[in-house]
Structure formats: C-alpha cells, structure tokens
C-alpha cells in the first residue's frame, strides 16, 4: 500500500475517484446500522436464556430456605455475595451486590459523595469550591458525563497500552487536594483495550495524593470478557492499596451485563470493609434491598467461577470473529497509508481507530450519510472535546457478521476519503 | 369492661395479678415473633408465582418484539407503562418505571433536588441554609430517615382519620419559603390506614406554597391493598394540581412490592410530563435502564387493572382474617378500658394503635421480653421522637393468623399492665 501523504498529485485524484465511486455504492445500498453502543447480540443473549427457564427461572429459596421473593437483603444474598466476591478477587464481606446496573453504583456513590463525602473524617465534596477528577482518555464516556453533570472538572490524562500516563497522574493527584478520584477501566479498557500493567496498578496503590479522601472508581467492566485464548492478567488494586498502607482508596465495580443480560444482569460494588460499611450505611437510607430472585437466578445457572468462565468462551465464540472481521478490514484498507492506527484488543467491546488529526468528525459524518451510525465524535473525551479530533470507537458485538464487514468497509472509505481531503 | 382509670385498688391489684399470671404464661411459651415490618407472608407470595413460571418466566420479547433483555428503555417498556398508568390514573408519558423500590425512586428525587434542585429555574435545595418538610405523623418511618439523612428538617403535621390537619399545612407552606415539600401516604396511610379525603386532596393541590419549588411526595404504597368490600376512592392529586394550575407540584409515587413481589417488584414514579422529563433527564446519568424483563413479566402476568384488582382480592382473603383477629382481640381485651384506641383500616399494611400517653416504649419493651418483637417506639415520628410515646405500629401481615393472635393478646396483655402502672 502506498502512504498517503507521499501520493503523486495523479495517484491522489485516481485513488479519490475510486472512494467516491465506492462510497456512492454504499449510498445507493440504503444501509440503516446502529454501532453506536456496546451491546451484546441476540445470540449472546440467548446464551443465557437457562437463568430464567424451567427450575432455575422459578426458583426463589435459597439453599439455606431465604425467600427471595420478600423484602430484605440490603447487600445481596449469601450464595451471591461468595459467587461475585470469587469474581471480582475479594471476600464477600468486600462486596455489595447491587440492581441491574453498575453505571447506577458508580453515579450514587459519586452523588452521595458530593453530599455525605466518602469518609467520616473528610467533608462532602460537594462543600469544596471545586472537586476535579483524573479522566484517563479516551475513556468511557458515560463516566465522563457524571463528573460533568455534577460540576466535577475533569483532568484529562494520556492512555498508553498499559494504562493511564502515571507521570501525570502521580504528579497531579500529589499537588492539588482538589484532585478527588481517577475513573479507570482496567482492563480492555474501553475504548482503547487497555490492559493496565501491574506497575500502573502498585503505582495507583502506592502514590500519594494530597487529598486523603482521594478514591480510585475501578470499573472493571470487562473482567472475563476475553477474545485471546490465553488472556492478560491484571493485577489486584485491592489487595495492592491494602499492602500499600491505603486500602480504602479504592471503589471496584463490575457487572454481568456482557456476561448474563445487558438489561438484567446484576451489578457488584467491592472495596475494603470500611468502605463497604459506609455504603451499605447510607443505602440502607434508599432500599430495602436489591432484586434477590435475579441474584438467585445468576448463582444457580452460573455456579461458580468456572461456571462463568466457560460461559464466557460461549461469548467469545460469537463475537470473536465480528473483532477478527474489524481488524482485517482495516488491516486491508487501511496499513501502510499512513492514515490511521487502531487497537488490537485481547478483549472487551471495542475496537479504538485514530485518524489524522481533525478527521474523526468528518468521517463519523460520513459514514452516518451512507447510512452507518458510530458513537458521536468526542465521545471518549471529557466534555465530548476530543482535541486532537481523531479518535473514533467501533462497537462491533451487536450487528450480525456480515453487517459488521459492511459497517468497517464503509468506515475505512470514509477515513480514507477523509484523509485524502486533510493531507 | 371496666373503665382502668376508675378501678378501686382491689379491683386494680386483682387485674395485675391476673395480668402478670398471663404474661409469665406467654414467657414460659419461649415464643420468637418479628412483626416489626409490613411485610407480605409467603402464601401472599405464591400467589404472583405465575409471574417466573412457564411461558410468562421466560418471555423475553415484548409484542413488538423489542428484547429486554439488552440495554435500553430508560422509562420503561411501552406496554407496561399503559398498565401502570391506568394504575396510578396518569398518561403513559407522564410516568417512569424505575427498579424494585419505590423508596429508591423517592430517596434519590431528594437526593438530586438536594444537588441539582428540582426544576430549572430553582436553586439545588441543598444550596439553601435550611430546608424543611411537612411530616405528617404518625407516618412512614423511612420517609423520615431520608429526610433525617440529608439534614432537612421535620416539621410533625398531625393526622386524623381523612389526612393530615390541612389548617396548619396551609399556614407553614405559605409562610416559609424553606418548606420544600410534605410526605403523604395518601391511601390506607402507614400506619394509621387513613385515607385522604377529597377536601384534603383539593387543599394541597390548590394550597399556596411560599417556596415555588415546593413538592408534595405523594407514596400512594397501597392503592389497590384494599381490605374492604367497598373501598374508599382516592381523588387524582396530580388531575386536582392541574386544574389548580400547578401541575408540576406532585411526584406520586407507587410500587408492586405487595401486588406481586415485594423483593422484586415495580417501582413507578408519575408526575406532570414537565417533571418526568426533569427526572429522567437526570436519571440518563445514573442507568441505561431497569431491568425490563421484569416489566415484561409483570404485564404478561396482570395484562391489565382488572388483573391487578382481582390479584388483589386473593391477596385480602389471606391477610383479611389476621386484620379481623387484631380487631377481634383488641376487642376483647382493651375495649371500654379507656386506656387505647386503635385504627380500623378498609385497606393496607398495618393498625396503629394509640396507648395512655407515656407508655408506647414500655409495651414494646414488655411485648419484646416475651418474644414478641414489634416495630421500634416512635419510629412513626420525625427522628423517632413519638412526643406522647403513645404510638404502637402493629404489622399482621407476615406471621401466620395462629401466631397473630398470640402476638396480639400478648400485646394487649402488655398495654394493660403498663397501663396499670401508669395509671
């Protein structure tokens, strides 16, 4: 392939005409495709069809006769708390069970925050003329849209592939008390699949922050939700902040959302007991209790940690060659031109392209007007601000195979046609 | 009967002896009885079963064929938002399902009114120096704890028999523009079983409140948990607020939590299209969505308010007979003793009882000590401050009818003893 930007003045308009020609086919194809979110497909779904069927789905009793049908449970049940806290790597004294959506833990632990604080001895955050956060970027955008809803200014810090730029995380968290927290997916970070390194996990752990209520929102959203066959391991942040001497640093979430049903799955909290009481303590203000029949489904269908780690191969095995179709679409139209790079993610929802600087709207727009909705631009950045305006998340699970190799051919025409206008 | 406050002291010491001899009887029995919460028993629940079993428990796909098992759906699933509109008597846009707690719904409104206020042109209440609310009491102890939680201040509001003394809600809401709010529990109110009369409605509705933001939080819990053949209508508070001209005044309340499952039931929240479009405007920060394969269950199950009203008749043919035994032994035991009155609810979850003033704690106490553990003394109070300690929570619902009637002579065995004392 040729490098764009070294293309005669002739080679420019044959390879424009061909694009136009091509993108003008897609045109007429009257495509309508939504890939705007991380979704899981109808056959993934159905992979966990067993929770609500025959015994399972009409179980209520616990093993030890608890009625999940009644009020009561405030942190989930027994069965549950061991399953999820073998999950997230912490004792299931560690850990909150919670409704259906780990998003809704994380935006009432930041609210209360702002109101109660996080601590005894620290004041709301909300009382401070100004609360900042460390938004690791591109990151996930709806974490971004929380801080942004509530006042918090955010800090946007350089990712790498293993991790945030801790240079300036350490440098920033250790000169402002205004500096309250850090978002962070740790693993196959969305969008850029990301795996945090076991140095950015110590460095998180150990560096010292000027405000001693400073708390780490660890939303370790992709867990097991691997496409390599022998996947990275990431490092226990809590189990490292308690050696560190700071072990109530750290919020962990996770959910099975991308492992039973996006819409039905159960969301897990974990942290260290202190932690752990102080939320419990204040959600006692807000519910009775989570839904126990769906934590009793999950338990009895999913058994154990090997129970969700086979499922997950399950899910591997049908989003797997949608990935695989991204990358060598993009691999074909795309290499040696000098245009653009993308991630080659172990796992996760994600594929995270980088065009030319100032392209990423352009071609967003473009492939919306053949038909293909992606993610808005700037999504992945604090206050939707890309600066560089090149980045653009592909969230390839929920269309069908083939609608996927549509979608990605379309894409690289566009960055390509792009491109071509901006060199 | 014999009037206690008009016994010689004969007569008086011969009714102790006889009382003691009673209740060291209950003692030898070494019961253990929880009726601190309205909670339903398990035949109540069997009776939604149908709702996680066959067809029902595993449907996944609304009419329309939209899947709920993934993402999305913020406000709910079209088809049950028709049936829990026509349940709280609004439009289908003027409603939000929310998870299984209605007191989640409730909590978290005054949680981001306290950060983000509760209409654009307000200031966050929790900006102001104080904020206040009306509490009507006896009323419903988490209510209370919210409020107590996020330092807004209790305002006591007596009850009687058709809602709370409207003369002194009217004066406080026009004098002091810190009152934000009142709670009502409109229908078979917890925990006297008052229903509020149409005048009552027409006056908060029209009512003029000092501070423009001021909402009333109507937790209409009970709607359909009639006990009586005939039952009392309630008048439309969000319909009288907007032909009062201020329609954005109301949040209402509602939830399945004692129509189907009380762990797992619905949560519904209604208000003018104005104040849904406020929450969930906010709530697109917190979640993608409830869980709507529950909502799907519920309606499939219900289909309609026919199946809802006759749902609710199975659910009175079991708790009908442990109200009837409370009345029956309160009777017998306490009747023309002038020393309590008690409520006589056509519908609910509970019977308040009203003991000689300074009492209430000491009954508990006594009814605790032979195995009977009622709900804590004054918790029906703002900061569970009963200022007669007068007020006694009864609870029937959950224990077997045996064991309520053992429960409930106890009870009256306790109240005249103490009674005796006091007198």
Not at 307 to 328: C, L, N, T
Not at 364 to 390: C, F, H, M, Q
Request: proline share 6%.
């Amino acid at each position: 392939m040729t490098d764009f930007k070294k293309l005669s003045q002739e080679e420019r308009s044959k390879i424009k005409a061909e694009l136009l020609e091509r993108y003008a086919e897609f045109q007429l194809r009257r495509i309508t495709l939504d890939m705007t979110r991380g979704k899981p497909c109808a056959e993934q779904l159905d992979l966990a069809l067993g929770m609500i069927e025959g015994d399972i789905g009409e179980a209520y009793l616990t093993p030890n006769g608890l009625d999940c049908r009644n009020y009561g449970g405030l942190d989930g049940i027994p069965e549950a708390k061991i399953l999820f806290a073998d999950y997230m790597g912490v004792e299931p004294d560690e850990l909150i069970l919670g409704g259906n959506s780990s998003l809704n833990m994380m935006h009432d632990t930041i609210l209360r925050a702002m109101v109660k604080g996080v601590a005894d001895s620290a004041p709301p955050w909300g009382r401070l003329p100004k609360v900042k956060f460390l938004c690791p970027s591109p990151g996930y955008d709806r974490h971004f849209f929380i801080c942004e809803y509530l006042g918090i200014e955010m800090i946007p810090i350089d990712m790498s592939e293993g991790g945030p730029d801790m240079d300036s995380v350490e440098e920033l968290a250790a000169a402002d008390a205004n500096i309250k927290g850090i978002w962070c997916v740790p693993k196959y970070s969305n969008p850029t699949g990301a795996v945090y390194s076991d140095e950015v996990v110590e460095r998180l752990a150990n560096m010292k922050t000027r405000a001693p209520d400073f708390r780490i929102f660890w939303d370790n959203a992709y867990a097991v939700h691997h496409l390599a066959d022998s996947p990275p391991a990431l490092k226990n942040l809590l189990r490292a902040c308690k050696q560190a001497g700071n072990p109530d640093r750290v919020f962990m979430f996770g959910s099975t959302s991308k492992i039973s049903f996006a819409g039905a799955g159960l969301a897990i909290m974990a942290g260290s007991q202190k932690n752990m009481q102080w939320v419990t303590n204040q959600m006692a203000f807000q519910t009775i209790g989570p839904d126990k029949l769906n934590q009793l489904r999950h338990t009895l269908f999913f058994k154990d940690m090997g129970g969700i780690e086979s499922h997950m191969k399950k899910h591997a095995a049908i989003i797997k060659p949608k990935f695989d179709a991204v990358q060598s679409i993009l691999e074909n139209e795309l290499s040696g031109k000098n245009i653009a790079a993308w991630s080659k993610p172990q796992g996760g929802y994600f594929v995270s392209i980088d065009t030319l600087e100032g392209c990423a709207a352009a071609v967003i727009e473009k492939a919306a007007g053949a038909g293909v909705k992606l993610t808005p631009a700037g999504s992945a950045y604090p206050y939707k601000n890309d600066p560089l305006d090149r980045n653009i998340r592909i969230a390839p699970t929920f269309p069908p195979l083939d609608d996927v190799r549509v979608a990605m051919e379309l894409v690289a025409v566009c960055i390509q046609l792009v491109s071509l206008d901006k060199i």
